[in-house]
């Protein structure tokens, strides 16, 4: 079952993912964004089939995993839950822009400044979680000081990353309670910022709630993992079953409620069967 679950999850986002790569009226800042999500989640997948495959074989073979692979196995969670959270904050920022400062959105938010905003998330996120690889870990997982998480993490880089998580979720929920002001106090106003940059009625209103479904699942995913890192227990692997689901159910949530995204995935098949325009 867990197994298919980490199936599901590349193969669900790995569709809009393709959709916005092909698809030229997809090339726009959000959807730059919310690619970079779906790479995250895509990648949470594949870790997923693999641990899931790896823990069968450990079974079979009634052996335990080495300390490397268990140690590639946290950086690998810790590279994709930061990006997936720092991921989430630029988009959030850039809906908070393009929904409070709709009239200047065209020229400050552009698709180069959004990929450099890419870059600087993975640039982030991977040297964070690859701080116990260069020296940052602990020599044993039973010394004083030190989780057994990741074949041995010191408290103190637990508390980084817990802290980094907190920093980005906390930055998300203000822009998003900055969305929602805005949105209540000036409709009029934002529905002639939309008119301005071309966007349809009511686009504002169903990004900015869509983000905050999409943030609602991330904090149920991995908030609780996080946290848990500092103390973990036999139950700790429940927690990832949290965090793949939540990458299994942010396709869903794409097509759901973004139009766009799902006409541009049936055109995916519509063109694979000769179909497409």
């Known amino acids: 079952m867990a197994l298919c679950v980490g199936v599901w999850s590349v193969v669900a986002n790995s569709l809009p993912l393709a959709a916005i790569v092909k698809y030229e009226q997809l090339h726009t800042p959000v959807y730059i964004l919310m690619a970079n999500l779906a790479v995250s989640d895509v990648l949470v997948g594949i870790q997923f089939v693999i641990r899931s495959i790896a823990l069968l074989a450990y079974k079979s073979t009634q052996s335990l995993p ?62 964070l979680g690859m701080l116990p690889n260069f020296g940052w870990h602990c020599a044993s997982p039973t010394e004083e000081g030190c989780s057994p998480t990741g074949g041995g993490l010191p408290h103190g880089y637990i508390v980084l990353i817990q802290a980094s998580i907190v920093i980005a979720m906390a930055g998300i929920i203000l822009l998003n309670t900055g969305v929602f002001w805005c949105l209540w106090k000036h409709m009029n106003a934002i529905a002639d910022q939309q008119a301005a940059v071309g966007a349809e009625s009511g686009t504002s209103r169903r990004s900015a709630i869509t983000i905050v479904i999409i943030t609602a699942m991330f904090l149920v995913g991995w908030l609780p993992a996080i946290i848990k890192m500092a103390y973990p227990t036999e139950a700790s692997n429940i927690y990832a079953v949290f965090v793949i689901l939540n990458s299994a159910i942010n396709p869903i949530i794409y097509g759901f409620r973004l139009s766009e995204v799902r006409r541009s995935v049936v055109r995916l098949f519509a063109n694979c069967s000769g179909n497409g325009n």
């Open 66 to 127: 080495s300390n490397t692979a268990v140690r590639l196995s946290s950086t690998s969670t810790l590279v994709f839950g930061m990006s997936s959270a720092y991921g989430l904050l630029a988009l959030t920022a850039e809906r908070y822009w393009f929904i409070v400062h709709g009239m200047t959105y065209v020229n400050n938010v552009d698709n180069g400044k959004c990929k450099v905003v890419v870059l600087i998330v993975w640039v982030w996120s991977v040297l």
